[in-house]
């Protein structure tokens, strides 16, 4: 199994395979790849996998949008073989955030652990732990130059956080809870604000906040799909 990518032009409602070169052979349970987080600086693709047993491979890698072998790769937070990266995203001022896929326990409680890291060196910056619901965390996408993601059960709901300026505290919660009207597996903007969400079937644009309308919808030429 290999995981794959694929660049959607909304304006003309195509889909483009993007022909990366696998980092494992895919041919055996041990050298299984699951997709998982995706994201762009302006100009590369980063993205993360899991590997069997659904941990992460410890990197976090680099690619160019037309797809061929990894150009550079920066170290996960976590590890080889540890949680691993469920999403990421940049900020507006080039930094790249990221969510661990598995929950650590804190306190007795699961929590999702979030990261800002220098895409340069792979340095952490900052980090804060959001307690989450479930043995998966969810998806994550920087707006308004705030958190949102998934903390609870419930698929259609997000939780807006402030940016963490230190590390290793709780995130702060603005108070802003988002209620869907769908159920997602990944959250992105465009270059409007839109929020454009995904679940394994369908991509959805929400509009702006509060995102409890689908303004229009478009069948995913691939399935399942995560981020």
């Not at 409007?192 to 995102?211: E, K, M, Q, R, S």
Request: charged letters at 15%.
């Amino acid at each position: 199994i290999i995981a794959k990518m694929h660049h959607f032009d909304p304006s003309t409602d195509t889909t483009t395979a993007i022909s990366r070169v696998p980092t494992l052979s895919g041919e055996s349970p041990e050298e299984w790849e699951n997709g998982r987080g995706i994201a762009s600086d302006g100009t590369n693709l980063w993205y993360t996998i899991l590997i069997d047993p659904f941990k992460g491979d410890g990197k976090i890698h680099k690619i160019a949008p037309t797809g061929g072998a990894d150009i550079g790769t920066i170290p996960d937070p976590f590890g080889f073989n540890r949680s691993g990266v469920n999403s990421l995203d940049f900020d507006s001022s080039g930094y790249l955030w990221e969510i661990s896929s598995w929950p650590v326990q804190l306190d007795n409680d699961p929590a999702a652990v979030i990261f800002k890291i220098d895409s340069n060196t792979g340095a952490v910056l900052a980090s804060c732990y959001a307690r989450t619901h479930g043995d998966w965390t969810g998806p994550l996408a920087i707006v308004n130059g705030k958190i949102l993601t998934r903390t609870n059960s419930s698929y259609n709901q997000l939780t807006e956080y402030h940016p963490p300026s230190d590390i290793g505290n709780f995130c702060v919660p603005t108070g802003n809870v988002f209620t869907l009207p769908v159920e997602v597996t990944g959250i992105d903007t465009d270059n409007a604000g839109n929020l454009i969400v995904t679940d394994f079937h369908n991509l959805y644009n929400l509009g702006h906040a509060p995102y409890n309308t689908v303004v229009s919808s478009q069948p995913n030429a691939f399935y399942p799909s995560w981020e």
